[in-house]
Each structure stands twice: as structure tokens, then as C-alpha cells.
């Protein structure tokens, strides 16, 4: 597992690298009147395209998150770091603050969403706002609030004022009598955490938006992410996360699921990058609105074996979490991505061989 053996080196640099020491940049925040929502049974609702503009305008939610600050990194390289918007409702550590746009947005309160949206003039919309399936086991009540409450607002939003959305799903929005190895993009889908049943609600809820108002709604189901420069989250597979920091901080590591316990990963520059692309495909190459994304699969065992050749003093030991060991036997162990990478293909190869071919 290369991979494997270049990260364990990059977590290091990660866990050891100051942050950043740009400059700051405000956003001005005037207050609106407030006016109800506008989703009407006749109303037609159109994403403005990324032709249509200069640049789109971004507002990503949840951004203090593992994802959001990667991509906030990546789109303000292609669109200017004043049209990427990096939202929360924590306060940001001073070099994520200096480092471009951030403001305060709470998903539950629908004015003050609505408010950044029309006055920033927001045409794409990343929610990565949600609590993660172990966090939200442990407080049902504030994962259904956050996950399909905070959903809900930013659907009516976005179709309102024809935002291109993104809303990732996950491996979480299967179920024990999902087909496991591997599982398509369609097939039973009977999740058993209140993650993975909102992630359900969140892909329906964003198809029907798109089919019966025209938002311009997309998303992929993410396995789990690997990254060097965040913490861990509440997620089932965040142990993938946690061994490097322990192997760096302090040379042991307690695994919480079973050293076979298989499920699908990907390292955080995939994700982002596919995110990305995905955002930027023209609507009309998009033959479905929600699609698996894969890069590999591995178990505990083997993640802790690769790392161990890099630092061969890293005690492993294993103390079984029931709840999240529940979770991940009820999850994909691989992903069948293929339907997303013919509209990947169908998209860059427009007018190359590929397209020819087919």
C-alpha cells in the first residue's frame, strides 16, 4: 500500500507545520427584511451556470469540518479567494480566519441563511453541515435537527434563489441487507443510524427538488476520508484518521472496531478533487444526481501493518466499540463507482476519443 507509506510521512509534516499567516479578509454583513419561504407548486427554478458567470460564488457550510477547509483551499485557487465563503458556527482557529472569507452561518436559523446567501450573492452552495454517525447515535434529537431540519432550510434556499447544491451522502446511507461487496449506485438502501437514514432523506429530498422545481442538486456518497490536517469527527470510520495522529503523538493506538472490519476509504485530495469536478460538470452530463465515489478498501489490521513499517515501535491493541462495530458490519465494504466514471469520462472526453468511441 504505497499510499499508505507516503501518508504516514505527510501526517507528520501535517501534525508539525505551523499555520497560515495571510492577511484578512472581511465579509460586510447588512441586514435584509426577512420575507417566508417562496417554494411554490407553479415556480420554476434555474441554477445559474458556471458559463453564465465570471466566477461562481461559493458558500460552504459546516467548514470547519475535515472537508471544508480543503476546499475552500482548492476553489479559492481557481475562483479568487473572495468568492469561496468558509461558514460555521465555531469559531475559526486565527489562520483559517486570516486565510480568506469566513462568516457566522447557523443551518437551523433560515433568515440568517438566507441573509449570507442574498447578500454575498451565493450561486453554489457546499453543505457539509451534519453531524457523523457515531456523534449522532450518542443525541438523536440534535442529529435530526442539524441533518434534515438544517437540510430542509438550505433546500428551500437554494431552489428559491437557483443555487447549484452540493450535499454529500455516504457509505452510511446503506444498510445490512444492502449488497456489500460491491454496492451500486442503486439497490436496497436500509440504513440503522439516524446518519445514515437522514443521508437517505437527503438524496430523495434533493431528487425530488431537482425533478419537481429544476435545483440543480448533486452528490456522491463518500467513503471514509483520510486526512493529515484534522482531527477526527465522531465517524465509524475515523479510526483511519486517529492512528496517525497517535502513532506521531504518542506511539500507541486503541482501535475501536475489529482488526478484518473492511470498508471502503479515500484520501482527502480524491475527494476534494472529485467534489470539484462534480461541481463543475455541465448539468446535462449528468445522467443520475447522486452517485457512489471509490478509491480503496482496507481493514484495520492492514492500515496498522503499513504503518508499523514506517514506525515499527506503534503499539496496536484493539478495545471493540459495539455501537460502531454495529454501524461498520451494516456498511459497503466496496464501492461500485463505474456509473460515475463514464459521466466523468462523458464530461472531460467531450470531444476526444471517448466520446467518439461510445
Known amino acids: 500500500m504505497p499510499f499508505i507509506r507516503a501518508f504516514s510521512k505527510v501526517a507528520k509534516q501535517a501534525l508539525l507545520s505551523p499555520g497560515c499567516g495571510c492577511q484578512p479578509i472581511t465579509v460586510a454583513v447588512r441586514t435584509i427584511s426577512f420575507s417566508p419561504r417562496q417554494v411554490t407548486s407553479d415556480a420554476s427554478f434555474h441554477s445559474v451556470s458556471f458559463s453564465e458567470t ?163 442538486f448533486r452528490c456522491l456518497r463518500y467513503p471514509g476520508i483520510i486526512s493529515a490536517d484534522s482531527q477526527p469527527g465522531g465517524g465509524t ?4 484518521v486517529a492512528i496517525f495522529h497517535d502513532a506521531v503523538k504518542t506511539g500507541k493506538f486503541e482501535c475501536n472496531l475489529k482488526p478484518d472490519t473492511r470498508l471502503p476509504m479515500m484520501y482527502i485530495d480524491d475527494c476534494l478533487r472529485a467534489t470539484v469536478e462534480m461541481m463543475e460538470a455541465p448539468a446535462d452530463t449528468l445522467s443520475m444526481r447522486t452517485y457512489n465515489i471509490n478509491a480503496m478498501s482496507f481493514s484495520p489490521e492492514e492500515l496498522a501493518q503499513e504503518v508499523q513499517k514506517q514506525l515499527p515501535d506503534l503499539e496496536v491493541t484493539y478495545d471493540i466499540d459495539q455501537v460502531r462495530q454495529a454501524i461498520a458490519d451494516s456498511w459497503p465494504m466496496n464501492f461500485d463507482d463505474s456509473n460515475l466514471v463514464q459521466t466523468m469520462l462523458n464530461y472531460i472526453g467531450s470531444d476526444s476519443r471517448i466520446a467518439k468511441a461510445n
Open 237 to 240: 470510520t475515523d479510526y483511519a
Open 54 to 216: 465570471d466566477h461562481p460564488k461559493v458558500l460552504i457550510t459546516g467548514g470547519l469540518g475535515q472537508l471544508g477547509v480543503g476546499l475552500a483551499t482548492m476553489l479559492r485557487k481557481r475562483f479568487g479567494n473572495n468568492n469561496v465563503i468558509l461558514s460555521d458556527i465555531r469559531k475559526p482557529p486565527s489562520h483559517i480566519f486570516h486565510s480568506g472569507p469566513f462568516i457566522y452561518s447557523d443551518i437551523l436559523d433560515y433568515k440568517n441563511l438566507r441573509e449570507i446567501v442574498v447578500n454575498n450573492r451565493i450561486t453554489w452552495l457546499v453543505h457539509y453541515s451534519a453531524l457523523l454517525s457515531a456523534v449522532g447515535e450518542s443525541n438523536v434529537a440534535l442529529a435530526r435537527d442539524v441533518n434534515i431540519t438544517g437540510l430542509h432550510n438550505v433546500l428551500d434556499i437554494a431552489a428559491e434563489h437557483g443555487l447549484r447544491l452540493f450535499v454529500p451522502s455516504t457509505i452510511g446511507a446503506f444498510g445490512p441487507t444492502s449488497p456489500r461487496n460491491p454496492t451500486p449506485d442503486l439497490c436496497v438502501q436500509r440504513p440503522r443510524t439516524i446518519y445514515g437514514v437522514s443521508k437517505v432523506h437527503a438524496e430523495l429530498m434533493g431528487e425530488y427538488y431537482h425533478h419537481r422545481y429544476g435545483l440543480d
